[in-house]
């Protein structure tokens, strides 16, 4: 049950902080289109700030699971291609902060 309400948070995360920015985006915003309290919204998650960043996470991973992310894709030497977790990082992080500031 946990689990489901975090991806209904993560959902509704990843829908607004794109759509509005970070600074415009609410924990009650995101509770409302998740169809959770806002007090759910910081159990789960504690803060706006870490909710940003496991949307983030799990984007760049392709999963919107908390509990059970997949690992980001490995190089041939069986290490992260750190470069490319680093870009996507990047580019999450600028594509959900320059909308709407």
Known sequence: ???????KILDGSLQLFPRHGYLH???????KIANVTEGSV????????????QA???KIIGSSDPAH?????????GSFDL???E???RR???NILSIHF
Do not use: W
Not at 1 to 7: D, P
Not at 69 to 77: C, K
């Open 83 to 85: 470069h490319a977790v």
């Open 1 to 7: 049950m946990a689990a489901t309400i975090a991806n």
């Open 25 to 31: 985006t609410t924990i009650r915003d995101i509770a």
């Open 56 to 58: 983030i996470r799990c």
């Open 42 to 53: 910081f159990r789960m998650f504690g803060s706006k700030q870490a909710l940003l960043a």
């Open 69 to 77: 992310p997949p690992l980001p894709a490995q190089n041939s030497g």
């Open 87 to 89: 870009s996507a990082v």
């Open 92 to 94: 999450e992080i600028e």
